[in-house]
């Protein structure tokens, strides 16, 4: 039985956040974060976007709360964030210090505006004797406990890292990025012309810092890419074993081949203004076959999040869309049950066909 008559191929890939969004006032507390560089080390695909900048307002810490407003130009949103969860927790005989803008915060105080907060993990027999003066000296990196800004914020609390009992989730347009530009992780290997950057991340922050005019509402999005379901191969099989004997020998494709593949088809969807070169990806060969040996492909962002461009809105997360080629057609964009469907009609034509 010749399968590629009778059945089609399906190719799933999901992109993830490999760590919370970075605007520039991110990057700051980045390049000492280990985390976030392991986590672009292993991402594959970013993008640059545009979005308005937002910033804490009106910040109370007291009784194991902060409380806060959530700002930006398109509105605001008050949260009140418990401190007794596994984000804030400390060793037994050391307690939480807040720096805000400087601001030293230990049981209670308010700071009217920052980009961030960091917090420190300080002995509490500290705490009993040291003025504010003395604190200081004791809040640097052996006791640093990590950092907090909007960005990190709203992808620990999309994620269900970060308990947050209030918050008003019809403030969507937090979670809305203009695409500016779409391209792949270039990884340390790669940088040698580079010497005077130590990262990826400190090349992008030195670009970003030129453009003084829109470098504030600048985030950086860092992808990891995956298989969801692997390749699908569905047909007319008469048994199972005849079902599954072209999976046998089939080897699935890389991760940088799935990456560059989905950066494409952004690319293709989006076309991005300050994308040099607007790929083509699903061109016809010159034989006018498609170049892709997959029926369908489709592309999924498993985080919460919105990308636009001009008209176009993308939406990502549970509920979001897909981003789907299908042979002979130009790229669409579908919610998941409206592709669950479209996959079901191509499988009923696909055997009809035979």
Avoid at 317 to 344: H, I, T, W
Wanted: contains cysteine; negative net charge.
């Amino acid at each position: 039985m010749d399968f590629s008559e009778c059945g089609m191929k399906v190719l799933s890939t999901v992109l993830r956040l490999a760590c919370s969004p970075l605007s520039l006032s991110d990057i700051a507390w980045a390049k000492n974060d280990d985390d976030i560089h392991r986590a672009i080390r292993n991402a594959h695909a970013y993008m640059i976007a545009k979005k308005p900048r937002i910033h804490f307002s009106n910040i109370n810490v007291a009784n194991e709360k902060i409380n806060l407003d959530l700002v930006n130009m398109c509105g605001h949103t008050s949260i009140s964030i418990p401190t007794n969860q596994d984000f804030f927790k400390t060793k037994d005989n050391k307690k939480l210090v807040f720096d805000i803008e400087n601001n030293i915060i230990v049981k209670n105080g308010n700071v009217a505006s920052a980009r961030g907060i960091c917090f420190y993990e300080v002995e509490k027999k500290v705490l009993e004797k040291a003025n504010e003066k003395e604190l200081k000296k004791h809040l640097n990196e052996n006791s640093f406990a990590g950092w907090l800004t909007p960005e990190k914020l709203l992808y620990l609390y999309s994620n269900k890292l970060l308990r947050i009992p209030n918050f008003d989730k019809a403030k969507k347009f937090f979670w809305d990025y203009e695409i500016m530009y779409i391209g792949k992780v270039v990884h340390e290997y790669s940088l040698k012309k580079h010497k005077d950057r130590e990262s990826f991340l400190e090349i992008l922050e030195s670009e970003i810092e030129e453009y003084e005019d829109v470098r504030d509402d600048i985030v950086l999005l860092f992808f990891d890419v995956d298989e969801r379901d692997n390749s699908l191969l569905v047909g007319n099989a008469t048994s199972i074993n005849e079902f599954l004997a072209p999976l046998n020998e089939t080897k699935l494709p890389s991760i940088e081949t799935l990456s560059l593949k989905a950066e494409n088809a952004f690319v293709d969807k989006f076309k991005p203004k300050y994308n040099a070169v607007l790929f083509h990806p699903y061109s016809k060969n010159e034989e006018g076959k498609d170049a892709s040996e997959y029926d369908i492909i489709d592309y999924a962002i498993d985080d919460k999040m919105t990308l636009m461009f001009k008209e176009m809105d993308w939406m990502g997360g549970s509920n979001g869309n897909c981003l789907v080629y299908c042979k002979n057609s130009n790229l669409s964009v579908m919610n998941p049950a409206d592709f669950d469907v479209f996959l079901e009609k191509k499988f009923i034509d696909s055997v009809l066909s035979y």
